[in-house]
């Protein structure tokens, strides 16, 4: 089971005086479709921030708008303070902005350990001339970025499986892998976009437990679209629910989890275990 958050939950509003994300009169039209509608809200630094609401609400489209994938119709997004609005995501992942998948995006063919050995951009064996002309600069740099690789599969479990090619994981050890790639880099946030998607009960636990770590113990701010609200309500504090392209309430779990504007457009009926379908 994923342990109690409240401390996280603590430290996360402690972290909210100071702001990782701010978007600012977000629009995104799509010919004749108002995707997103004029969205401003804030991602504080230290958070685990869930980000929920019904089909079409505009949740990952907001995603891919801070994450440089679309470029907005309007307003502005600001990382640790820089205006960011319109960066190309090499750029944001550059300045330590990543974002993940409902679908897994591994090289499926290579092993899960080069999967991680890929992401730290900038290594000399990517230049021809340092693969011919300093070949011990080539083979050290390999060494530690081998051996980084393989301390997260072992913060991750997934030590038994560094030789598996990749596309023989199953979802949920695609996920933690895709968490492994957040590791092997210095990201400020991590964008996680439906992490539970097909993932077993068990194996969900263990992301949630390896998020709750990587926030904890090494300072991550997350961003997080999900449609179990279990898991939403163990990890996250702050909630933003969205509905219609636009922000319809903020608060703790417990907060949105009773108040009735975010039951009739999202949970239905009432239940604290309804679940929206998290597109």
Known sequence: MITDASPVRASARAGMASA???????????????AVRDVSLTIGRGTITGLIGPNGAGKT????????????TAGHVRLDGEDVTGLPPHALFAKG???????????????VRENL??????????ALVNAWFRPGRVAERERAVREKADEILDFLTLSHLADER???LSGGQKK???????????????????????VN??????IGTVIQRLHAERGYTFCLIEHDMDFIARLCDPVIVMAEGAVLAEGTPDA??????????YLGRGSRHSKGDGA
């Open 61 to 72: 489209t907001l995603f891919n708008i801070i994450a440089g994938l679309y470029k907005p």
């Open 97 to 111: 902005l990543l974002r993940t998948f409902q679908l897994a995006h591994e090289f499926h063919s290579l092993s």
């Open 166 to 168: 990749a596309g023989n």
């Open 117 to 126: 050995m890929m992401v730290p951009p900038g290594q000399p064996g990517e």
């Open 20 to 34: 990782m994300i701010e978007v600012d009169g977000l629009s995104k039209w799509f010919g004749g479709i108002h």
């Open 201 to 206: 009960r068990t194996l969900l636990a263990t």
């Open 256 to 265: 949105i989890l009773s108040n009735e504007a975010v039951i009739e457009a």
């Open 176 to 198: 933690l892998l895709e968490l492994g790639r957040t590791m092997m880099v210095d990201a400020k946030i991590v964008f996680l976009d439906e992490v539970g998607a097909g």
